[in-house]
C-alpha cells in the first residue's frame, strides 16, 4: 500500500543552521507530494507541493525536490529562523485532482534555538 | 484570511457515550474531509465526504462513525459509542475543487475517552 516515511525528531538547531528533513515514500504510480507544518496549537498547513517527477516545490524559503528515482521529497531550508519552529509533515495523494486522500509520514518536530 | 474552524477544542467523554465533532469548512469548498491523530501516531485519513456522501473511507470508518453536513454549513463526525481508542486529535479539512484539492485544515478537536 501507499505509504510515506519520516525522518525522526526533534531536530533542534540553531538559528541560520541548514535544515533537511527527509522523506521517502511508498506508492503506486504517480503521486502528488507535499509538505504541511503545524505551528503550535494551529492546524496543519500546507508549504508547499510537487505533483509530477523533478519539480521543486518552494516556499517561505522552503524548497524540496520529488525525486521518482529514489521516491524522495526531502525538505530543506538554508537558513532556519526561531519562528520555523514546529511540526513538519511530508504527505503524499494518490487522485490529488480527484479530490483525493492525503497519507501522511509521522511528523518531524524542528526546534530553532537563538 | 478564510479558514475551517472546529469545536469543541477539547471534548471528554465517558466510554461509551455518543460524540459529535463540529467543523465549519471554508464557504466555497466542495470536498469535506476528517482526519484523526492519535498521540504519538501519524496522521490518519478517516473519510471524504462530496455532494452530500462519502466518496471515500478508511478501514478506522466503521459503524460507529457517521458523517453529515446538516444545513449547508456545518460538517459533523459522531461517533457513536466511544471506545478508549478512539482518544485522539481529530481534523477536519476542506478543499475547493478537485483540480485544486488544497486541502485547508482546521486545529483540531481533542478527544479524550475515560
Known amino acids: 500500500g501507499n505509504s510515506v516515511t519520516q525522518m525522526e525528531g526533534p531536530v533542534t538547531l540553531s538559528e541560520e543552521a541548514f535544515l533537511t528533513i527527509n522523506c521517502t515514500y511508498t506508492a503506486t504510480g504517480y503521486p502528488s507530494l507535499f509538505w504541511y507544518v503545524q505551528y503550535p496549537g494551529e492546524g496543519l498547513q500546507l508549504l508547499l507541493k510537487a505533483t509530477k517527477a523533478d519539480d521543486k516545490g518552494s516556499n517561505k524559503g522552503f524548497e524540496a525536490t520529488y525525486r521518482k528515482e529514489t521516491t524522495s521529497f526531502h525538505l530543506e531550508k538554508g537558513s532556519v529562523q526561531v519562528s520555523d519552529s514546529a511540526v513538519y509533515f511530508c504527505?503524499?495523494?494518490?487522485?490529488?485532482?480527484?479530490?483525493?486522500?492525503?497519507?501522511f509520514g509521522q511528523g518531524t518536530e524542528l526546534s530553532v534555538k537563538p | 484570511e478564510p479558514e475551517v474552524t472546529q469545536t469543541p477544542s477539547h471534548q471528554v467523554t465517558q466510554m461509551g457515550q455518543e460524540v459529535i465533532l463540529r467543523c465549519v469548512p471554508i464557504?466555497?469548498?466542495?470536498?469535506f474531509y476528517w482526519y484523526r491523530q492519535i498521540l504519538g501516531q501519524k496522521v490518519e485519513f478517516l473519510v471524504s465526504f462530496y455532494n452530500n456522501e462519502i466518496s471515500e473511507k478508511s478501514e478506522i470508518f466503521d459503524d460507529q462513525f457517521s458523517v453529515e453536513r446538516p444545513d449547508g454549513s456545518n460538517f459533523t463526525l459522531k461517533i457513536r459509542s466511544t471506545k478508549l481508542e478512539d482518544s485522539a486529535m481529530y481534523f477536519c479539512?476542506?478543499?475547493?475543487?478537485?483540480?485544486?484539492?488544497?486541502?485547508?485544515f482546521g486545529p483540531g478537536t481533542r478527544l479524550t475517552v475515560l
Open positions: 504527505a503524499l495523494s494518490q487522485n490529488y485532482n480527484q479530490g483525493g486522500k492525503l497519507i
Open positions: 479539512a476542506s478543499s475547493e475543487t478537485r483540480t485544486n484539492n488544497e486541502q485547508f
Open positions: 464557504s466555497n469548498h466542495l470536498y
